[in-house]
């Protein structure tokens, strides 16, 4: 049963990245890690003879280490060429393609390159292909897609079968993920071949404890995890177990001690190695604690210890934004911001940190451009709180004005609560207006339009068809945008259980407008647009050609 799902899935994506990559070639054509590959492409899907430049984003994928970088492209005819050097480290490469701020996405597939070793895929290569389809893809603008992801890992176990071991857990949760209805009897599979293959190593009582976990088995799962701390008393899980103990414990001087324990393994232990990095954001948990407690004077004082300033900048904008909402410790809060808002800016003009290795370097400048906005708006606020309007105005217009082009509705609105008592009405009139216009601008901002209003013309007639005709042109806008973006392809045919027990079935609600809404709790965007929804419900509930779904996705 298993394999007559598998071999379609994988022979499918085969044949579909055979055939939707024609418009991009490289060289050489099993490319091995630390070569050079030279690639040609043809703009295509969304970008297909774009008037726009065209640029390509390089993403290196390996087991320990992963690098972006920007492709520079010349242009001969219709075809992009450009090359670029393998990391010997690499098994894996994918590239993004955008113009206008629009990806190519190969009709969902992505363009990548496997890296080649004794005449075929790198190890792992298939398991980075696997979280691309998973994970990576969206960062080109690929969507998640299960089946692939699982033909890739199907690929790589055949090619080496001993990956199957490293990547168990992975492939089960993908796997049921997929075979829902099978999901109980695909992990009692597994947990068998395990406990009748042995449990030989850390990883072995690793794997079996995730399978109990994901079979929800607790019990089971804690048995295997007691047996496994009696057999490696120093194994791996005392290193995971001490860093989560450390981020839960709640007494301060207790989390102190267990840092310095950390630092000491970090310089000690070569197994503890990997955590050097986390140090500086682990002081910031310490930080955090005696913020809590709004001991200022520590917190100043451990800060001198971070000699990352990048990271004490982003702990220090948090801290501000949360106190200038309440208007407490503002002194405080706008020292820290002051120091966040310095930083930001010259990491922005002038940077001298190190360039993440997620970020290629137009990515990264634009990160720094965008975490400078951010924190101005921040220091602007609270400059505003403090009643420094005019000193923080620059920050506000920097952020909202200059770097995000009034798209962004709430360092919009931060520029006007400055705005309205540093500039003249005559002059922020407009710009308000445009905001609304735009769709970009908030209810305080239409609040001070109206005080604006209200003056000039010496009373409130008429601000309600005003403010209404500035809305509808957002509106036509948008329906304009949303037009541009519909899709016009059939529905996928899919039948669900409702609350009640009975079955929804969408090719029974054909010929009728049907709004399909997929939702969960963990995300925020869709609990808040929970009332929005609820409205449209009400609005067409009598409505015979109108139809909603609403899918929970974690069921």
Request: aromatic fraction near 10%; hydrophobic fraction near 35%.
């Amino acid at each position: 049963m298993l394999l007559k799902k598998i071999l379609p899935i994988l022979f499918l994506v085969i044949s579909i990245s055979c055939f939707a990559q024609q418009n991009f070639t490289f060289s050489p054509e099993k490319p091995k890690p630390g070569e050079t590959i030279t690639i040609k492409y043809e703009s295509s899907g969304d970008i297909a003879n774009t008037l726009f430049p065209v640029e390509a984003v390089l993403y290196q994928n390996g087991n320990l280490k992963q690098m972006t970088d920007d492709i520079q492209l010349v242009r001969k005819g219709k075809l992009y060429i450009g090359s670029f050097k393998t990391d010997t480290a690499m098994n894996f490469i994918y590239i993004g393609f955008t113009a206008d701020g629009k990806f190519d996405n190969n009709f969902n597939n992505g363009y990548y390159i496997h890296l080649y070793e004794n005449d075929k895929p790198r190890k792992s290569s298939n398991i980075s292909l696997a979280l691309f389809h998973q994970f990576m893809g969206g960062r080109v603008g690929v969507e998640r897609n299960n089946d692939k992801a699982l033909a890739a890992m199907e690929e790589e176990f055949k090619l080496f079968p001993e990956s199957r071991k490293s990547n168990l857990f992975s492939y089960v949760r993908l796997l049921t993920t997929i075979q829902k209805d099978e999901t109980a009897s695909i992990i009692q599979r597994e947990i068998e071949t395990q406990l009748k293959n042995g449990l030989n190593d850390e990883v072995d009582y690793e794997n079996i404890t995730s399978l109990y976990n994901l079979g929800k088995l607790p019990q089971q799962a804690q048995l295997i995890t007691t047996l496994k701390k009696e057999k490696f008393p120093d194994g791996n899980w005392l290193i995971n177990e001490t860093v989560q103990k450390f981020y839960n414990e709640k007494d301060i001087s207790k989390k102190e001690a267990m840092l310095s324990l950390i630092e000491n393994k970090v310089e000690s232990d070569k197994k503890w190695e990997a955590y050097k990095q986390n140090i500086p954001y682990f002081k910031t948990q310490i930080l955090n604690s005696y913020a809590t407690k709004k001991d200022w004077e520590k917190v100043k004082v451990l800060a001198n210890d971070i000699a990352d300033k990048t990271q004490l900048a982003s702990f220090y904008n948090s801290m501000a934004w949360e106190m200038q909402k309440t208007s407490d410790n503002l002194k405080v809060a706008e020292e820290m911001s002051r120091f966040a808002t310095t930083n930001a800016k010259e990491q922005w003009e002038n940077p001298t940190g190190k360039r993440p290795e997620y970020l290629s370097e137009k990515q990264w400048k634009k990160n720094n451009e965008m975490t400078y906005a951010m924190y101005a708006d921040t220091y602007a606020m609270v400059l505003h709180k403090m009643g420094e309007n005019k000193k923080g105005y620059p920050y506000a217009k920097d952020a909202a004005i200059l770097i995000n082009k009034g798209k962004d509705p709430d360092q919009n609105n931060t520029y006007a609560l400055l705005a309205e008592k540093v500039l003249p009405a005559k002059k922020l009139k407009p710009e308000l207006e445009k905001f609304v216009k735009d769709g970009k601008s908030t209810s305080e901002i239409k609040s001070i339009l109206k005080t604006i209003y209200t003056k000039v013309k010496k009373g409130e007639s008429g601000f309600d068809e005003y403010i209404t005709a500035l809305q509808e042109e957002s509106r036509i806008k948008m329906l304009k945008e949303l037009q541009e973006s519909m899709l016009n392809e059939k529905s996928p045919s899919f039948a669900l259980v409702n609350l009640e027990g009975k079955k929804v079935d969408i090719t029974d609600l054909k010929g009728k407008v049907v709004v399909v809404d997929f939702w969960a709790t963990w995300c925020g965007p869709c609990i808040a647009s929970f009332p929005g929804m609820q409205k449209m419900v009400n609005k067409y509930k009598n409505d015979p050609n109108v139809a909603f779904i609403f899918v929970d996705t974690w069921e």
